[in-house]
């Protein structure tokens, strides 16, 4: 996978157009996906989530110096690849459920990993714009605004906003896909958690925004729901296997 990764990013001039290059660079992203049993739309909802939310600050009025259509464009594109570094991860760290010490630092190693990958392409095209928002959100995505996150426990504003608004929509999108260890929260248990973490864990006037397009956030959600169908039957064997451990 990482062979794959590093011969496509290293190209220095693709005989191809955007569209397809970004298409190219989402399916090996999500090739990383489909290991850890993410949803098939988890990408695309990730991508929704993302201009959903920057389109709205803009709305608000907020970040006014740094946010318009072009940087909301490429960070819409560039979010495809924020946790490619999770390729680096055993599988069976990523789906275990109680991890020890020793495994939750492996974890997060995972942003790292992703920066690793980028800053390759990005030392062959120092200017590029895409290159740079792509390594911010790879890198600083679990970064919290009151200085608690990871890697390198930034805090406020040193955190860039990309990274800022993509935590959110991770959070979300996280919370609200069936994992192999639980199934997908609620929409009301997870606007409560991001709620309760305004000023913690995420931007305050990220959050704000978040809570005027929530359920905006929700029909995508289920728009875009994979497991709908059988997510009774899912809900299912989580309850057995928890029975089991007992």
Same mark, same amino acid.
């Given at each position: 996978?990482?062979?794959?990764?590093?011969?496509?990013?290293?190209?220095?001039?693709?005989?191809?157009?955007?569209?397809?290059?970004?298409?190219?660079?989402? =399916?090996?992203?999500?090739?990383?996906?489909? +290991?850890?049993?993410?949803?098939?739309?988890?990408?695309?909802?990730?991508?929704?989530?993302?201009?959903?939310? =920057?389109?709205?600050?803009?709305?608000?009025?907020?970040?006014?110096?740094?946010?318009?259509?072009?940087?909301?464009?490429?960070?819409?594109? =560039?979010?495809?690849?924020?946790?490619?570094?999770?390729?680096?991860?055993?599988? +069976?760290?990523?789906?275990?459920?109680?991890?020890?010490?020793?495994?939750?630092?492996?974890?997060?190693?995972? /942003?790292?990993?992703?920066?690793?990958?980028?800053?390759?392409?990005?030392?062959?095209?120092?200017?590029?714009?895409?290159?740079?928002? /792509?390594?911010?959100?790879?890198?600083?995505?679990?970064?919290?605004?009151?200085?608690?996150?990871?890697?390198?426990?930034?805090?406020?504003?040193?955190?860039?906003? +990309?990274?800022?608004?993509?935590?959110?929509?991770?959070?979300?999108?996280?919370?609200?896909?069936?994992?192999?260890?639980?199934?997908?929260?609620?929409?009301?248990?997870?606007?409560?958690?991001?709620?309760?973490?305004?000023?913690?864990?995420?931007?305050?006037?990220?959050?704000?925004?978040?809570?005027?397009?929530?359920?905006?956030?929700?029909?995508? =959600?289920?728009?875009?729901?994979?497991?709908?169908?059988?997510?009774?039957?899912?809900?299912?064997?989580?309850?057995?296997?928890?029975?089991?451990?007992?």
């Amino acid at each position: 996978m990482l062979k794959k990764i590093y011969s496509f990013l290293k190209i220095d001039k693709p005989a191809i157009a955007k569209e397809e290059y970004l298409a190219l660079i989402a =399916a090996l992203a999500y090739s990383e996906s489909i +290991s850890t049993d993410y949803s098939f739309n988890y990408l695309d909802r990730a991508q929704k989530y993302t201009l959903l939310l =920057a389109t709205n600050l803009i709305k608000q009025g907020y970040y006014k110096k740094k946010l318009n259509s072009h940087y909301i464009t490429i960070l819409t594109d =560039a979010v495809t690849v924020y946790d490619l570094g999770k390729n680096r991860i055993p599988e +069976s760290i990523l789906t275990k459920t109680n991890l020890t010490p020793d495994e939750w630092k492996i974890i997060k190693e995972h /942003c790292l990993y992703g920066a690793q990958i980028i800053n390759k392409a990005l030392a062959k095209n120092p200017g590029s714009l895409f290159l740079q928002i /792509c390594l911010e959100v790879s890198l600083y995505h679990h970064e919290h605004f009151d200085g608690s996150g990871y890697p390198y426990g930034l805090k406020g504003e040193d955190i860039p906003l +990309s990274a800022r608004i993509v935590a959110l929509v991770d959070v979300y999108n996280a919370m609200r896909t069936n994992r192999p260890y639980r199934p997908a929260w609620g929409h009301q248990g997870t606007l409560e958690y991001i709620l309760g973490q305004k000023g913690k864990q995420f931007d305050p006037l990220i959050v704000d925004t978040f809570l005027k397009i929530h359920l905006q956030f929700r029909a995508l =959600a289920r728009q875009l729901d994979d497991f709908k169908d059988d997510l009774l039957a899912y809900e299912q064997k989580y309850k057995q296997q928890k029975k089991i451990k007992k």
